[in-house]
């Protein structure tokens, strides 16, 4: 009888996956090119860390003030991680549905803190991952993780808020968000504000996203920021052709980033979403939008963990690939061998165009 599931990856191509990166992980420790390849390295590991992990980890990105944090709120159920305009957290905060209220913060030295209760609260997110109360992360925190029963999330779902892009002074949270994290997600969630179209700041972050072949999600919120427009008491054009026009603005946008995987576009409002969840108002929960998203985030975690595994895998060869003509480089820069030097970049450029 034929199975219907789908071919998974074989435990020993797992294994010559990881041998692979730790291989070429190693090559990385060389004295002359260390320092230039540390963050290669890094996002090396943390694709090793969770190539086999179980739940999916959905990136939510975005350069700041574009809403990320009142978005992951709306599917929390409560304003629990800090809202502000100016940059604000500087680790990454997981999220996931779990049986009780918890925070837990995981430090750089291997110490753990839990807190439930009362503690369970926007202050003690704030205390740890904003830039005013941990200023450069002083503290060392690896990370926070959050865990209720009302997320929106399927059990095999992790929710990740990272560090907004593009703020002035903060380039250690851009390299947090794309250089380690971008490597370690199965999918993305990119969010721009109505206010704000794409702009280069976000052509760059998506080209970090189309590099490692993942799935984007495309979030416009403010979306009850929109008013008709009207002259002389008439309506000129409505609140919903307007609306209709900031999708068809990103779409193109989004065509002319040659081999991005999207996953559609929603318009939301997340503070409408956290105040109908909050009333358990079910009609103004559906105009905020956030229904189509909640749906879609469960269709993933039903259907998108079959390949998993396998995207993983083909992540970490392009890495490995991309590793290995950066040590090529390296190495010769290095050795003062500029011809040989020249010969990897013209190859690593040839590369590229081919693969156009």
């Known amino acids: 009888m034929k199975s219907n599931r789908e071919p998974q ?59 990320k944090s009142t978005f992951v709120n709306a599917l929390v159920g409560e304003s629990i991680l800090p809202e502000q305009s100016k940059p604000t957290s500087n680790v990454l905060v997981s999220v996931r549905k779990g049986p009780s209220r918890a925070i837990e913060v995981l430090f750089k030295d291997g110490r753990k803190e839990r807190f439930v209760g009362k503690d369970f609260a926007p202050h003690t997110v704030d205390r740890y991952c904003s830039e005013e109360r941990n200023p450069r992360n002083e503290q060392g925190v690896q990370g926070v993780a ?18 907004g892009l593009d703020a002035y002074g903060y380039a250690m949270h851009e390299e947090l968000t794309l250089r380690e994290f971008v490597p370690t997600a199965d999918i993305i969630i990119y969010l721009t504000s109505i206010r704000n179209p794409l702009k280069r700041a976000d052509i760059e972050a998506l080209g970090h996203v189309i590099e490692n072949d993942q799935r984007v999600l495309f979030v416009i919120t403010g979306k009850n920021l929109e008013r008709d427009d009207t002259e002389l008491g008439r309506v000129i054009k409505t609140r919903a052709a307007k609306l ?35 009333d358990r108002d079910d009609a103004r929960w559906r105009s905020s939008g956030m229904d189509w998203v909640a749906a879609t985030l469960e269709r993933f975690g039903r259907d998108v963990s079959r390949m998993a595994l396998e995207s993983r895998m083909a992540r970490a060869a392009h890495h490995v690939k991309e590793a290995q003509a950066q040590i090529a480089a390296e190495l010769a820069r290095a050795r003062g061998d500029r011809a040989g030097w020249q010969r990897q970049i013209d190859a690593r450029c040839n590369a590229l165009k081919a693969s156009d």
């Open 9 to 67: 990856p074989e435990a020993t191509d797992v294994e010559k996956v990881r041998r692979q990166v730790e291989r070429v992980a190693s090559l990385m420790e060389h004295p002359a090119i260390a320092d230039q390849l540390a963050p290669r390295r890094k996002a090396l590991f943390g694709i090793l860390a969770h190539l086999t992990q179980s739940k999916l980890r959905v990136g939510v990105l975005g350069v700041t003030s574009s809403g």
């Open 244 to 278: 209709d026009e900031h999708v068809q603005r990103l779409e193109r946008d989004i065509a002319l980033q040659a081999g991005l995987w999207t996953a559609g576009v929603a318009l939301v409002d997340s503070k409408e979403a956290i105040a109908a969840r909050c």
């Open 146 to 163: 959050l865990e209720t029963p009302d997320a929106l999330l399927t059990d095999n779902l992790e929710l990740v808020d990272t560090p």
